[in-house]
């Protein structure tokens, strides 16, 4: 199962311009809640996240076989989701087959062109996990606000 860093480095592999419009600053995180499963070990992070250009999504990361319930390590194994069209066509396949996915499935797609029409090709075709903008974005604020245990000051 893949970890923070995998989903960020498949991004870049990817889908490089959803990377560049990540940098660029274009999708802001609203708020951030937290729901811990200290039974299960695990911990969930949602939140909005709005881009200027594509709208309004929901962001999910769920951090599974935390050791400190209260601050996951950025090498727990992750599974994320996003309602964005991006992260439909382009993740959630590779992130299910790679058990880095959170949350119900999507509607299975059903392909309305072509199957082997070279104008428009396979979206992931060696099914490599990764995270969208808005995971992206998702990523950064909890990085910045001292949610991973690599992140917190000493004490």
Do not use: W
Not at 19 to 38: D, Y
């Amino acid at each position: 199962m893949p970890v923070l860093v995998d989903l960020i480095r498949g991004a870049q592999t990817v889908l490089p311009v959803t990377v560049q419009k990540f940098e660029a600053g274009e999708v802001h995180l609203e708020s951030i809640k937290i729901t811990r499963f200290p039974g299960m070990k695990m911990v969930v992070a949602s939140g909005p996240v709005t881009s200027s250009k594509t709208g309004h999504y929901i962001c999910q990361a769920a951090f599974y076989g935390v050791e400190d319930i209260n601050a996951p390590s950025i090498r727990d194994r992750i599974g994320v989701r996003c309602q964005c069209q991006g992260y439909r066509f382009y993740f959630d396949e590779a992130n299910r087959r790679a058990g880095a996915s959170h949350g119900a499935r999507f509607a299975p797609y059903v392909r309305k062109t072509p199957p082997n029409d070279p104008r428009y090709p396979p979206r992931n075709p060696n099914m490599i996990p990764g995270s969208c903008k808005h995971i992206l974005t998702f990523f950064q604020a909890l990085t910045n606000s001292s949610f991973f245990k690599e992140t917190q000051r000493k004490r």
